[in-house]
């Protein structure tokens, strides 16, 4: 029915906009904590100053 298909197509653009609005806050995340860090001494991907072993 009408109903049922619009039913699935709002779910599919929930679901739609949820997954962007994932995917944006991930590359938002990943911009800032880059530009955080830049500069920082230590291995990549660790927190300035930290060495291994802890």
Same mark, same amino acid.
């Given at each position: 029915? %009408? %109903?049922a298909d619009? *039913?699935?197509?709002? =779910?599919?653009?929930?679901? /739609?906009?949820?997954? &962007? /609005?994932?995917? *944006? /806050? =991930? =590359?938002?995340?990943? =911009? *800032?904590? !880059? *530009?955080?860090? &830049? $500069?920082? #001494? !230590?291995? #990549? !991907? %660790? #927190? $300035? $100053?930290?060495? %291994? #072993?802890f």
């Open positions: 029915s %009408l %109903l619009d *039913k699935d197509m709002l =779910e599919d653009l929930v679901a /739609a906009a949820f997954n &962007a /609005a994932v995917r *944006k /806050a =991930e =590359e938002t995340t990943t =911009e *800032k904590m !880059g *530009k955080i860090t &830049a $500069g920082m #001494p !230590g291995m #990549p !991907g %660790l #927190p $300035g $100053g930290m060495k %291994l #072993p």
